[in-house]
């Protein structure tokens, strides 16, 4: 995360989507990584934990005008790593948030 701060250029929000059923709202924010790659970063801003469940929030690269089939996608928290497609679909609890870095394949 603090590589994150240091080395995101251009970062800007991508979109904000109310879900009525759920009662609250999800946000997709981007940087550029300057060494390389694209940062994501989703939020749930639920205000109710209600019963504490993660909403699944989905996005894609389209949304983050990453180009390709496909990309390495590094959760920034535990550093965990999977091979995405298109859409990429990710639990988040009520006020939390998940941060990524997107490499897109070779």
Do not use: C
Not at 69 to 84: D, H, N, Q, R
């Amino acid at each position: 995360i603090l590589a994150m701060h240091q080395t995101a250029r251009h970062a800007h929000q991508v979109w904000r989507k109310k879900d009525e059923q759920r009662k609250t709202e999800y946000v997709l924010w981007t940087a550029v990584n300057a060494a390389g790659g694209q940062y994501a970063a989703v939020f749930n801003l639920s205000d109710d934990p209600g019963n504490g469940e993660a909403a699944e929030i989905e996005f894609s690269l389209d949304d983050l005008e990453i180009d390709g089939a496909g990309a390495k996608m590094t959760e920034l928290w535990s550093g965990a790593g999977t091979e995405v497609s298109r859409r990429i679909t990710v639990q988040v609890p009520p006020h939390g948030a998940k941060a990524f870095l997107l490499v897109p394949a070779t």
